[in-house]
């Protein structure tokens, strides 16, 4: 089966820093598609950032970039000149092709001022 | 150990139709969640709720309403199933901030 993981509960970066948070995945397919979520106090799950497995470009969305090491099943969260509105939990999540999505047990990440 | 409890895993409605997804937790967690995920998309919040006797809309409540009577408990009724309501459809909970957890998804397709 399939799993997500997430190693640190909890992190925290000065503002305008950049921090990494760490994701690491389970999974016998080779196709299939992972995420990165931002959940802020309003609770609303935020897509930050995708990546489809075959590419072997990593993505990147602004501020928000990814690590892909397919071989490795690692996919990291780099966030580039903190702000205090990136302040969030964060939750990487795995879809494969039967469109079942597993999340990962989230980061809360603080920016300190 | 049993967590976040979606029930059913599969519905095919036809338009019109009226359905409740159930969803059951057992950490006695006050905060629950019903969110929707598209094909391709991120999730959307439907409705939450921060405690019994307590529920507020998310961004797409439309179509969808909610009760929470117990702790436990934060059933999803759809009234006048529409097309636009296939989708999957995940309950979380958590206590406060903290990591949510989330059920394994129903996935609903109206037709």
């Known amino acids: 089966a399939q799993t997500v993981t997430q190693s640190q509960p909890e992190m925290s970066v000065q503002e305008a820093e950049t921090v990494t948070l760490s994701c690491t995945y389970d999974t016998s397919e080779s196709d299939y598609y992972l995420f990165w979520y931002k959940q802020p106090p309003s609770r609303q799950m935020i897509l930050v950032i995708r990546?489809?497995?075959?590419?072997?470009q990593n993505a990147t969305e602004n501020r928000f970039s990814v690590n892909f090491q397919k071989a490795a099943k690692s996919f990291s969260l780099k966030i580039s000149d903190s702000q205090l509105g990136d302040a969030a939990m964060y939750f990487c999540a795995y879809l494969n092709r039967d469109d079942k999505i597993i999340f990962g047990k989230g980061t809360r990440l603080h920016i300190l001022p | 150990n049993a967590g976040v409890t979606q029930t059913p895993k599969f519905r095919i409605l036809k338009i019109g139709q009226s359905m409740t997804l159930q969803c059951t937790q057992d950490m006695n967690h006050n905060y629950m969640y019903w969110y929707r995920q598209d094909p391709g998309m991120g999730l959307k919040l439907i409705y939450y709720?921060?405690?019994?006797?307590?529920?507020d809309k998310g961004e797409v409540p439309n179509g969808y309403n909610v009760s929470r009577s117990t702790t436990e408990d934060f059933p999803l009724r759809l009234e006048l199933a529409a097309p636009s309501q296939t989708s999957v459809y995940f309950c979380?909970?958590?206590?406060?901030?903290?990591?949510?957890?989330f059920g394994n998804g129903t996935r609903l397709t109206v037709t």
């Open positions: 990546q489809e497995a075959y590419k072997q």
């Open positions: 979380a909970s958590s206590v406060d901030l903290s990591p949510l957890h």
């Open positions: 709720s921060v405690g019994a006797g307590i529920t």
